[in-house]
């Protein structure tokens, strides 16, 4: 099996900010994302319960344009800044229910991203 390795700026973000709700309900949203000027196609937004993840399939740095969050939320140049390849996602949903994702990227040197920020 071959895996494709997307270099910087290309791959997957978490796009959530403070403040948004997590919720424990069976959702899943998509957004496809377009070019502002071009209107080719750029990746896409993806909500699994209120979790929300960019995912760049251009070598356009999200940080170069902006767009809008399942939540309505700016994301992106002006807006709030997703955070590329996250490790861990802590959160509260609810009164009671906590919860951690943990993510491990295989052959992910972290310091790329000091050295193209």
Known sequence: MEFVNFEFPMGLYFAN??????TNEDR???????HPESG???GAIVSIRHLQFLINLSTINIHEY????????????????????IEEINFN?????SGRITLKWL??????????A
């Open 17 to 22: 900010t403070v403040g948004d709700i997590i």
């Open 28 to 34: 899943v949203t998509v957004h496809t994302l377009l």
């Open 40 to 42: 080719g196609f750029l």
């Open 66 to 85: 902006s767009t809008v969050s399942v939540s309505g939320k700016k994301i992106g140049r002006g807006g709030s800044q997703p955070i590329y390849r």
């Open 93 to 97: 949903a609810g009164a009671k229910l």
């Open 107 to 116: 052959g992910f040197d972290r310091t790329v991203l000091s050295l193209n």
